[in-house]
């Protein structure tokens, strides 16, 4: 069992700047592919980017290229998603999200093992 606590949403203008944080607990976080997801209210849940285990394969929904980027510490157990030149349609809460299988088309359609309880974003025009 992995277990993800979200941290780091807020209030923020738009073109501001936020940095998630999601810290895991349980076995075998530095082989898990970890991710980030969203959600907007009356919305459905959305992919936002997905890192393997070592680092070296990221996706990015196009929404967020080029403005959010993922990172992970293995050795504290945490994932990282850095929000920048935020916008108001950015609103949502975001979850942080693990799979033992590797980042493919499951992160797209959402069909991973392990999330955390949200973090909620709010950008204000």
Known sequence: ???LVESGGGLVQTGGSLRLSCLA??????RYTMG?????PGEEREFVATMSW???TIYYADSVQGRFTISRDNSKNTVYLQLNDLKPEDTAAYYCAGDAAGPGSNWYRGRVAYWGQGTQVTVSS
């Open 25 to 30: 607990s349980g076995r075998s976080f530095s």
């Open 54 to 56: 070592g680092g070296r």
């Open 1 to 3: 069992q992995v277990q």
């Open 36 to 40: 980030w997801f969203r959600q907007a």
